[in-house]
Structure formats: structure tokens, C-alpha cells
T-cell receptor
Framework: ETGVTQSPTHLIKTRGQQVTLRCSSQ?????VSWYQQALGQGPQFIFQ???????GRGNFPPRFSGLQFPNYSSELNVNALELDDSALYLC?????????FGPGTRLTVL | GESVGLHLPTLSVQEGDNSIINCAYS??????FIWYKQESGKGPQFIID?????DKRQGQRVTVLLNKTVKHLSLQIAATQPGDSAVYFC????????????FGPGTRLSVLP
């Protein structure tokens, strides 16, 4: 186990709703990255947070936003959910470039 | 986002044989690479990493080879075991801070008894 935890495990929402996903990083790690993994594909980078600031962003629209807290835990918020947002959302924590993933949150948008 | 294939390549090997999983990367500026193992319903698990100033790195039962000339990465698993059955991803980044890892499409490894 990596020590990275995510909640909730599963979530079902309807189109247009908003969702917040949570991640607790591994002890000693100050950086959290979020990824979206569609079924049968590799994870895609959403953004990264370092010391409570966004530190890089992938090709995702502004309705994907995040926060990092002083204890380095993080939230991913998605507004105006679309059907294509259905995926496994992964967070990875790191102290340097080596990233360790949590178990993910499975989001289903109906 | 990056384009990835919908059909996952599959590698089937006999238990006890060696496995070689290949990955082609696209960014010649990538200088750090990680191999991950992902079991069904779980997050990716770190296996081994390598920087571009190396050609080879060994871990416990695993070896990663990097060929920068042809932008190719491979993961070798010695004496493959049933517990090795999973999807394997390579990930690359050109960023010194580990941002924006780009993942390959993945290879499904099936270990036959």
C-alpha cells in the first residue's frame, strides 16, 4: 500500500451536478497530482498542486478545479458534470518526481 | 489529452518464463520514466523508474531498459508469477518537477499456469 487514500470509493451523479473528490497524500509528500482514467485507457494528467498552489495543468477545461490544504491533502472539484466525465479519478502524491497513486474514485455520471 | 488506443495489447506468458513489455514514447525531451502495474479495481502501483542518463536499471525481478535513440522503453519481468497478471503502463515526463506525466496505452499481461 502507498499510504495515499481517496474518498469516496464510488460515486454516482447526474449530468449538470457538481462533485468533490478527496485525497490524502502519503506522509512526507508535499505534492499531489490528479489524473482521469477512462475505461481501457491510461491515466491522463489533470493538474498538480505543490504547497497549496496549482503547479501545472493538463488539457482539461476550467470546470475541473482543485485545492490543496496545509496538510497537503487535496480536493478535485468538477462542475457541470458531463457524461464523458465518467471515469476513475486518481490522485498521486510525491516528494520528488516519483509518484505514488491512491486507489481512485470511480465516478459515474448518468 | 493524449491519444490512446481503445484496444489493449495483451501479452500471455507461461508461469516461470520471462516477460518483456514494450513501450514507445513520443517526446524526445522526456527525461524521466516510470513503469506502473495496475490490477483490476486498483490504482497504478509503482514498479521501477529510470532517468534518461541511464540505459538500464534493475530492481527485484524487474529490469527497465531505455533506448533514447529510438524512443523505446521496455520492462523485463523475470520468472513471471500469477500475481504479475495486470495491466502495465509506462509513463514519461519532460518536466523536472514531475508534472504532466504522459501514460502509454498499457499492456495486459496474462500469466498462464
Amino acid at each position: 500500500e502507498t499510504g495515499v487514500t481517496q474518498s469516496p470509493t464510488h460515486l454516482i451523479k447526474t449530468r449538470g451536478q457538481q462533485v468533490t473528490l478527496r485525497c490524502s497524500s502519503q506522509s512526507g509528500h508535499n505534492t499531489v497530482s490528479w489524473y482521469q482514467q477512462a475505461l481501457g485507457q491510461g491515466p491522463q494528467f489533470i493538474f498538480q498542486y505543490y504547497r497549496e498552489e496549482e503547479n501545472g495543468r493538463g488539457n482539461f477545461p476550467p470546470r475541473f478545479s482543485g485545492l490543496q490544504f496545509p496538510n497537503y491533502s487535496s480536493e478535485l472539484n468538477v462542475n457541470a458534470l458531463e457524461l464523458d466525465d465518467s471515469a476513475l479519478y486518481l490522485c498521486a502524491s510525491s516528494r520528488d518526481t516519483r509518484q505514488f497513486f491512491g486507489p481512485g474514485t470511480r465516478l459515474t455520471v448518468l | 489529452g493524449e491519444s490512446v488506443g481503445l484496444h489493449l495489447p495483451t501479452l500471455s506468458v507461461q508461469e516461470g518464463d520471462n516477460s518483456i513489455i514494450n513501450c514507445a514514447y513520443s517526446n524526445s525531451a522526456s527525461d524521466y520514466f516510470i513503469w506502473y502495474k495496475q490490477e483490476s479495481g486498483k490504482g497504478p502501483q509503482f514498479i521501477i523508474d529510470i532517468r534518461s542518463n541511464m540505459d538500464k536499471r534493475q530492481g527485484q525481478r524487474v529490469t527497465v531498459l531505455l533506448n533514447k535513440t529510438v524512443k523505446h522503453l521496455s520492462l523485463q519481468i523475470a520468472a513471471t508469477q500469477p500475481g504479475d497478471s495486470a495491466v502495465y503502463f509506462c509513463a514519461e515526463t519532460a518536466d523536472n518537477y514531475g508534472q504532466n506525466f504522459v501514460f502509454g496505452p498499457g499492456t495486459r499481461l496474462s500469466v498462464l499456469p
